[in-house]
């Protein structure tokens, strides 16, 4: 049997607002519970508004919830080991254009505490797996768009917002 990967555990996330003194309580989720085993994939699914993206921000330790637990790996979040154990790719991601795919991972291995010299040796593999190697050279503005499966992530936890919507047919 597999070790459980990431836990919700009956949560609540309430997004409060507060306007000319007046306070708005709007529910992102309400009373969510479920359980990703190791080397399962799991999929949200739901209309806009029902707390996919609520959830996955919960998962990545960008929010935290109202009440209920978050863990991952057995470890509540926020904790920065487990932290750097996961991969995300955003439906719409953002990079800034005038950087080259190198200075890119040099900007993101700095930001993320990754030692100087293993950069040196991960960042050719890196852009091998996702595909970029005939852009290496170009900046990212004239880069082409790349979605990489979950199971190529080079991190024990992977999250993928659906690519369809820039993805080349």
């Given at each position: ?164 919507s820039w993805m080349n047919p």
């Amino acid at each position: 049997m597999s070790a459980v990967a990431a836990q919700i555990d009956n949560v609540t996330k309430v997004y409060r607002r507060s306007h000319l003194g007046r306070l708005t309580l709007t529910p992102g989720i309400e009373s969510v519970s479920f359980s990703i085993q190791e080397g399962e994939v799991f999929g949200l699914l739901g209309l806009n508004g029902a707390g996919k993206t609520t959830t996955i921000k919960l998962l990545l330790g960008l929010l935290f919830p109202t009440s209920g637990h978050v863990t991952i790996f057995g470890q509540r979040l926020p904790d920065l080991n487990v932290m750097n154990k996961i991969g995300y790719l955003p439906e719409l991601p953002s990079f800034y254009k005038y950087l080259t795919v190198t200075e890119l991972l040099q900007l993101y291995a700095t930001l993320s505490d990754l030692p100087p010299g293993s950069l040196a040796e991960r960042a050719p593999r890196v852009i091998a797996l996702v595909g970029l190697t005939p852009h290496i050279r170009n900046d990212w503005g004239n880069t082409p768009k790349v979605c990489s499966s979950a199971r190529d992530w080079p991190s024990r936890f992977s999250m993928i917002q659906p690519c369809s919507s820039w993805m080349n047919p």
